[in-house]
């Protein structure tokens, strides 16, 4: 590339693992162009991810599509002034890490000679990109799919790395009053029925972490978790503190980089608390940790190696893969992290 300030449009639309996932391409691309223009794409409700992040110049903010309603509920005056950007601002490279048609509705409204991606993505979105590298290895993580096209573009190879300014000055002294305690947070939800561990393991856990290392146990989640989180407590014998549907964004980075521990199922938070570099005991069943587990050292992952594990179905009418783990295995990951950072 001959500009010496390149544009570079990022098109990441969601969703919460995947725009965390692609921060490490972020970093290669800012290393590998310290005074381009690096502009980043996604749907506002994962904007947040992004804002004010160090290596982004800007942050445009796109609504979501669905297939069938391309356009059709989109606020028109927001659509208009997003459409104008892209056929107004000019990109030197385009990359597509969504691969969707979703995606690929921008990035051929964008106004750029080199529009770069995966070929044979899903829904066709590969058919507007002028630049496909072949076909991604659907076995290797997410985190290093993404930083492969920017070493396509002449990035290093080192270490993935990882920044966010999310949650740093939040004040959460309403949600957690200090006690003196090391915090550990429980995280059990997940949009898919499947992912999903029983709430009285959950609360058998909760109350060893609380007895065996004098931890602070909060639970956390989405309003929609709020059922599951309050379940929990209800079998609980130990104190806990139910945050599920109290906290924003900001919120729960801020509660995730103070816990010392946190132990998930395969969602967001899981990603988050990765990112933030809180360790992570990471519950999986339908989906494969290679593919999408908490990226980078120091972290658990707990499953039973059953036949049928994989099998990526969000629903499950016998879903042993985690009715059938035991708390202790859960338990068994968690003190060896506990034991590493050197807390007994």
Not at 59 to 77: C, D, E, M
Not at 151 to 159: C, D, F, I
Not at 193 to 202: D, E, V, Y
């Amino acid at each position: 590339m001959s500009d010496e300030h390149p544009r570079i449009l990022i098109v990441k639309l969601s969703s919460f693992g995947d725009v965390l996932h692609a921060l490490p391409t972020l970093e290669a691309l800012r290393v590998l162009y310290p005074t381009g223009q690096l502009t980043w794409l996604v749907e506002s409700a994962y904007a947040p991810l992004l804002e004010d992040h160090p290596a982004l110049d800007e942050v445009w903010t796109a609504p979501r599509l669905r297939p069938g309603q391309i356009f059709s509920r989109a606020n028109p005056s927001r659509l208009y002034r997003l459409l104008r950007r892209l056929r107004r601002q000019p990109f030197d490279v385009v990359i597509d890490l969504q691969g969707l048609l979703k995606s690929a509705v921008w990035v051929a409204l964008a106004h750029s000679p080199r529009k770069l991606g995966y070929d044979r993505t899903r829904e066709g979105s590969y058919r507007v990109l002028s630049e496909r590298l072949p076909p991604f290895d659907r076995e290797a993580h997410a985190v290093l799919r993404y930083l492969n096209l920017a070493h396509h573009l002449g990035a290093p190879v080192t270490p993935a790395r990882f920044r966010l300014g999310l949650g740093a000055e939040v004040d959460i002294s309403h949600l957690l009053p200090t006690q003196g305690r090391g915090l550990v947070v429980l995280h059990p939800g997940a949009r898919w029925l499947s992912k999903l561990w029983p709430a009285a393991a959950w609360a058998q856990l909760g109350d060893w972490l609380s007895q065996q290392h004098r931890f602070q146990v909060a639970i956390t989640g989405s309003a929609a978790d709020q059922g599951l989180a309050g379940a929990i407590l209800q079998q609980m014998r130990q104190p806990a503190m139910l945050l599920a549907g109290r906290t924003s964004l900001p919120e729960l980075a801020a509660v995730l980089r103070r816990a010392r521990l946190a132990v998930t199922t395969d969602t967001g938070a899981m990603h988050l608390a990765a990112a933030l570099g809180t360790p992570v005991t990471a519950l999986f069943g339908p989906t494969a940790p290679w593919r999408t587990g908490p990226f980078g050292e120091g972290h658990e992952i707990v499953r039973l190696a059953l036949d049928c594990s994989p099998c990526f179905k969000r629903r499950c009418p016998e879903p042993r893969c985690l009715t059938d783990l035991a708390p202790e295995m859960v338990q068994a990951a968690c003190e060896k992290i506990l034991s590493s950072a050197g807390i007994n």
